[in-house]
């Protein structure tokens, strides 16, 4: 082989040689940066997400996890549309209710909600963290992930928060203190709640999870109530106790006190109560409290604006008429016969029966002082005993057929 041949073959050699190793270098370099852009865009994702919580299963979202005060005072409140309320979170309705009452005077109306936003929270992480129970296990649950999350509320909202059933107010709710009867008494305080808040208390945090949970009322007790709607799956909580029980509305009818046909036509009891409704609850509450402390003005105003709320309450009427504030035994005449025989003008603005001394009472005491005051002596044959002086005439004779059923005068 010439020299000249050999040397362009060394050269060929090389070149091809270099080919090689250049090639062998830009794929690890191409390689390479690729898989640095990924680690890093991979990394970014993690640290900007990784304290996220799991997206949560259909239907459950959280659109209003944490609320915030949007009424200034009860006032205000009270001044609101049925279509206005509906936009007024339950925890805040309730604790404006409570203002200015005793038991509340150390009441932070903001600082409460803010604890019940903190309370969902809570609950929402402990929720997604135990749902591998539900999924494993479905039968413990009823086979319904809808009162395992129910279940986890009341859990969490007792056992960290320590809410729990006052005891002293079981079946007889002492109203003169307010943190009885509304969401206060639980925020932070050791009193404890009443079947008057606690089930207000389990439905402010659950709407805060997305939770389509309701206020419902049997006869003199309030419940909760899951209630997803046509189709959806319902069933109601009792949540007193330091557990979970879902009775059926047949228990209610019943307990605590016998609910009628006739009352449950009226369209207040073992219903899911509006934003107005609710509110009338909240201001029934008001109204007992500040009777229990002798405020019978503001309690009947309390009442007035119940009823305005909520005319379908079958005890809406007694209700203003017991807060009139009369000392002794009192009758109630019927709106048409308080305008017959009293006139105009004496049927309050809702129709509300009014409320009048017994007159028997005063007859009595009169006829008492009488006996006492006059000398004995033998009436004249069918004359009139001067020991019993005819008595002057009463709205609530034995035939007249407006007398109340329960009233009964007894003539001296």
């Known amino acids: 082989m010439s020299g000249k041949r050999a040397k362009r073959l060394r050269a060929e050699t090389k070149r091809a040689q270099g ?20 680690s890093l865009v991979a990394g970014g994702y993690l640290v900007a997400f990784h304290n996220k919580p799991p997206k949560p299963s259909p239907p459950y979202s959280y659109p209003a996890l944490s609320r915030t005060r949007e009424v200034k005072s009860l006032d205000d409140l009270l001044k609101m549309t049925p279509e206005q309320l509906d936009g007024v979170d339950i925890a805040e309705r309730n604790l404006l209710c409570a203002t200015g009452l005793p038991g509340a005077e150390s009441l932070d109306v903001d600082k409460a909600l803010a604890r019940l936003n903190e309370w969902a929270a809570r609950v929402r992480y402990w929720t997604e963290q135990s749902l591998w129970d539900f999924r494993q296990n479905p039968d413990k649950f009823k086979n319904s992930q809808a009162k395992f999350r129910v279940l986890l509320l009341i859990s969490v909202v007792q056992k960290d928060f320590g809410v729990h ?61 899951w209630d997803d709607g046509p189709g959806g799956e319902r069933f109601n ?142 009436p004249p044959p ?22 109340p059923p329960a009233y009964q005068p007894v003539r001296p």
């Open 237 to 378: 909580i009792e949540g007193t106790n330091p557990r979970f029980d879902d009775h059926p509305d047949s228990y209610y009818r019943t307990w605590p006190a016998p609910i009628s046909d006739a009352e449950l036509k009226q369209g207040w009891y073992l219903k899911p109560l509006t934003a107005a409704e609710e509110l009338a609850v909240f201001l029934q509450n008001r109204a007992c409290c500040l009777m229990d402390n002798d405020r019978y003005a503001e309690a009947r105003s309390a009442f007035v604006h119940a009823y305005r709320l909520a005319p379908q309450n079958p005890l809406g009427q007694a209700q203003i008429a017991s807060a009139s504030n009369v000392s002794g035994p009192v009758y109630a005449v019927p709106v048409a016969s308080a305008r017959r025989i009293h006139g105009p003008g004496t049927v309050d603005e809702f129709g509300a029966r009014m409320v009048y001394p017994n007159p028997w009472d005063d007859i009595e005491r009169i006829n008492a002082i009488n006996r006492t005051n006059m000398p004995r002596s033998t």
């Open 165 to 225: 059933y006052n005891d002293r107010g079981q079946r007889n709710c002492d109203f003169s203190n307010a943190k009885n009867a509304f969401l206060h008494g639980m925020i932070d305080d050791a009193n404890g709640g009443t079947c008057a808040s606690m089930p207000v208390m389990y439905v402010a945090v659950g709407r805060r999870l997305g939770y389509p949970m309701k206020l419902v009322l049997a006869k003199t007790h309030v419940f909760a109530r």
């Open 382 to 403: 069918g004359g009139v005993s001067p020991h019993r002086p005819p008595q002057p005439p009463t709205l609530y004779g034995p035939t007249n057929a407006d007398a």
């Open 19 to 38: 080919s090689v190793c250049s090639n062998r270098v830009k794929k690890p370099l191409w390689f390479g940066l690729f898989v640095g852009l990924t």
